[in-house]
């Protein structure tokens, strides 16, 4: 952009030589909208697999977007250097673009699978390379339409057109392109607007190219490929997970939320949520008795809600208590409880808990439902996923649990996974703080699940907690003689001071990020 200025005595005489096209200047300008849009989806891709692959959504977000903004403006920087030629400069700036860009996606996920710890390499080098490049299509564009506009409609007309196209694609991104294309077959999709911008504008330039067949021959081979790409991203992508996965995957899917994969070694089956391990089922069930039964068994539960938990694994163990009336199902991603109401194999798992008439599913965000939620519950379970990011983290926070408080009954109890108090000490004790930062009264647990390792639950009430002497009939794993160990924790797991969990801060989000990059704590 810095270039413009001085493009302005060339452009009168420049207009005066050319006479202006209405139909070429808005065509112009449509694809500064293109090109704004594809720049700015390569962004969010970069972003969105970052957080995917590694967690921690606002640093990821935040880091790239700060790297791709200074590349961008590296990128301006050195359009002045371009004098001559700007037309095919530009084509070829689009075809890298288009190249470097639709295959972002596919290259970041085979990285990770590959490279181990030199994918951020790859992440930043990618994000680098595009951001220059993107920072330079902008002022040549606004070079080139400087021979039909004035200074002041030039700047006023790109600017708005380059805005309007990242609006559009900031807004299509989740809502649309993610949910029903995937990244890799998002990345292919704006890689070949690119390439047919480029192949636009060999053509309507032609005559001021010096080898035009060789320049359109290059955007269609460019264009043809990217297509190609589209065409085959579901097979690019299964290949890619099956990288990232030891064991076939059978199911995958990516929803609104977030990318559903169910893996599958004999009789092992594995679900991941964006990488992440949810269960094995070999050993789910001590996961699952753990969660429920220390704090259910011997209390009158009639009503009883779980947060998260779309899998209903433990709606399963809870519908082993006769007393119990109903239980509300509270999960945000309708892909996930569908899936688990659909599928034989899951169905069979879960013994079909999700379809118990006693069951009420309900598709919404955990914190904004119970805020407006007015039901009393006896025994809640909050099986949310890990706290490996801020949205994560707010299920976490002493505001969640002073929500969570108010819809309990005055004997009920709450009972939290909350990480594992070996691998994330802190975490674990972070949480407990925050519980009892808000009131409750706590008791925190332990048990060894194979595929975790030592995990750890939480049960949180109003009045002291007292182990169960009794557990129901046909449990595999927990019995009232394992209460001490389960109860008990030694040394290695023992309580550190840690701060609340506050919207504000997230610190939870912290300490989880830096123990699981550590591998062990203190």
């Known amino acids: 952009m810095s270039g413009t200025a001085g493009q302005a005595g060339v ?6 030589a050319t006479p202006p096209s209405e139909a070429l200047t808005r065509a112009l300008l449509a694809s500064v909208f293109v090109v704004a849009a594809c720049g700015l989806v390569y962004e969010l891709i970069a972003a969105a697999a970052s957080t995917y692959l590694l967690g921690d959504s606002i640093t990821q977000f935040s880091v790239v977007i700060g790297v791709y903004l200074a590349a961008m403006g590296v990128g301006s920087w050195l359009s002045k250097h371009v004098e001559r030629g700007l037309v095919a400069r530009f084509i070829d700036i689009e075809l890298m673009i288009a190249v470097l860009g639709g295959f972002s996606a596919a290259v970041m996920f085979l990285a ?18 595009v951001g220059i490049l993107v920072g330079l299509e902008i002022p040549l564009v606004m070079r080139i339409l400087s021979e039909r506009l004035g200074l002041k409609d030039l700047v006023a007309q790109v600017l708005t057109f380059d805005y309007l196209g990242a609006l559009a694609v900031s807004i299509a991104f989740p809502l649309v392109l993610v949910p029903h294309l995937g990244l890799i077959r998002t990345a292919f999709l704006f890689g070949f607007m690119n390439a047919v911008v480029a192949l636009w504008a060999a053509w309507i ?18 264009t043809a490929v990217l297509a190609g790409g589209f065409a085959g991203a579901e097979r690019l992508t299964h290949f890619a997970e099956n990288q990232l996965y030891a064991d076939q995957i059978v199911y995958a ?32 069930y001590r996961y699952h008795e753990a969660l429920v039964h220390p704090g259910l068994a011997g209390l009158p539960a009639r009503r009883v809600l779980v947060l998260g938990g779309g899998d209903g694994l433990a709606v399963r ?7 119990v009336e109903s239980v509300t199902l509270v ?14 194999v899951l169905r069979a798992l879960n013994r079909d808990s999700l379809l118990d008439p006693k069951v ?20 809640v379970v909050a099986d949310f996923p890990d706290p490996s990011n801020h949205s994560l983290g707010k299920l976490y926070t002493a505001s969640f649990y002073e929500v969570l408080r108010r819809r309990l009954s005055a004997h009920g109890r709450v009972v939290i996974q909350s990480t594992s108090p070996l691998y994330a000490r802190r975490s674990f004790w972070c949480v407990v703080t925050t519980l009892e930062s808000v009131g409750f009264s706590v008791a925190p647990y332990h048990a060894l699940v194979p595929s975790f390792g030592e995990w750890g639950y939480i049960i949180a ?8 002497e009794r557990y129901p009939e046909g449990l595999r794993f927990v019995t009232p003689a394992m209460n001490p160990a389960l109860f008990g924790f030694p040394k290695d797991m023992s309580r550190l001071p840690a701060e609340v969990n506050r919207l504000n801060n997230q610190v939870l989000v912290q300490y989880f990020e830096s123990e699981w990059r550590r591998g062990i704590s203190e």
């Open 331 to 344: 999960d945000l991603d309708p892909a996930m409880t569908r899936l688990f109401s659909q599928a034989p």
């Open 317 to 323: 163990e809870i519908l082993r208590y006769p007393q």
């Open 112 to 129: 990770f699978a590959y490279a181990g710890p030199g994918f951020r390499v790859v992440l930043y080098a990618l994000v680098v390379l």
């Open 253 to 284: 899917e990516t929803s609104r939320y977030q990318r559903i994969v169910v893996t599958r070694w004999r009789d092992d089956l594995r679900l991941y949520l964006n990488g992440n391990l949810q269960f094995s089922s070999l050993d789910e």
């Open 461 to 468: 009430s109003n009045a002291p907690y007292a182990p169960p």
């Open 11 to 16: 452009a009168a005489g420049a207009r005066a």
């Open 205 to 222: 330039f032609r005559a001021r190219l010096a080898s035009a067949r060789a320049v359109a021959a290059r955007c269609l081979a460019v």
């Open 360 to 379: 009420k599913v309900v598709n919404e965000d955990a914190f904004k439902w119970l805020e407006a939620s007015r039901e009393q519950f006896d025994f």
